[in-house]
């Protein structure tokens, strides 16, 4: 394996950090989603705090980036949207976590 | 400074919202309330009352809680959790059905019946099975109702009637506003959505 070359950012983690996932809004949302099966709209906006403009164009970007896959279902007879990570966007997640934690814990003691 | 966030703890929240909408708190609370007014009175009327209740919870949670929280579905370490609780549930029901078979048999087979302390056995057996359900719902004042439910439990075998049911009414009504409590905080917590949010597409 060839050594990063210094100045290029390739030994750098925080270039390597996937900024749709990083916003807080959608961090947020990728967070519970990770956590759960699967969710519907309404329990997303009461879980994120998050209101129904901004909650559906968040979803909207991560549908887009094939992180979410959104699936409709019936409880009862009542017709359900199902959001659920796909396996892109859990790994996508779960690689963000890893990016994250190797950051902080490179932090240098004060 | 917020508190810390961890996945888990998320998960946690997730799985707790739905026990805070007070219909379990009012459900044992009834249960409780009803139970030592019907001892009290010996009024059987209210056995089926109690009966009556137990739909509470069910249809609540349906026509109440789902459509102000959202409709969800937690990853497999929930549903083994709850799984644990479901069969603490059905261990439970047939500990006590045997507790009280017991001197049945010992009637029906003419042997002499040994002498079961069973009002402590019960207030034990409440409080631990209100404890491992607490655990594994993750629901913390279920603990606080274990104890109120065996405390009533022990001062009905040691005062009998009517102490015992006195106590269990007032520590039925003491559930019973806890969960009337939790329950109007949320609904105002909860407003009912417009209509068709949950069907909405991303």
């Keep these: 394996m060839s050594k990063p070359k210094a100045g290029t950012g390739e030994d750098n983690p925080l270039t390597d950090i996937d900024t749709l996932i990083h916003e807080p809004a959608r961090l947020n949302i990728m967070a519970q989603l990770y956590v759960l099966e699967s969710a519907d709209f309404l329990f997303l906006m009461r879980q994120t705090g998050l209101t129904f403009g901004n909650l559906s164009s968040h979803l909207g970007k991560l549908e887009d980036a094939g992180y979410l896959n959104v699936k409709k279902e019936f409880v009862g007879k009542k017709p359900h949207t199902m959001l659920r990570l796909t396996e892109k966007g859990r790994t996508a997640f779960h690689r963000y976590t890893q990016t994250m934690k190797q950051v902080f814990d490179e932090l240098p003691d004060r | ?202």
């Design chain 2, 1 to 202: 400074m917020p508190g810390t966030v961890s996945l888990k703890e998320i998960e946690r929240k997730a799985w707790t919202s739905y026990f805070e909408d007070g219909l379990w708190d009012v459900f044992l609370g009834a249960m409780l309330l009803i139970g030592g007014i019907r001892s009290l009175t010996d009024n059987v009327w209210y056995t089926l009352l109690v009966l009556s209740l137990v739909p509470v919870v069910p249809l609540g949670k349906k026509l109440i809680t789902i459509p102000r929280l959202g409709y969800v579905k937690f990853g497999p370490g929930r549903k083994l959790k709850l799984g644990k609780a479901k069969a603490a549930l059905v261990i439970s029901v047939l500990a006590v059905f045997a507790l009280f078979l017991l001197p049945v048999l010992f009637t029906h087979s003419g042997l002499p019946l040994p002498g079961i302390p069973v009002s402590p056995i019960m207030a034990a057996w409440i409080a631990v099975f209100f404890g491992v359900l607490a655990y594994y719902l993750d629901f913390k004042r279920l603990y606080a109702y274990g104890l109120l439910y065996g405390m009533s439990e022990v001062i009905w075998g040691q005062f009998g009637k009517p102490v015992g049911s006195v106590a269990q009414t007032i520590m039925g009504i003491a559930i019973l506003v806890i969960g009337l409590v939790v329950f109007v905080r949320f609904l105002q917590r909860f407003p009912l959505p417009p209509k068709g949010v949950s069907d909405v597409k991303a």
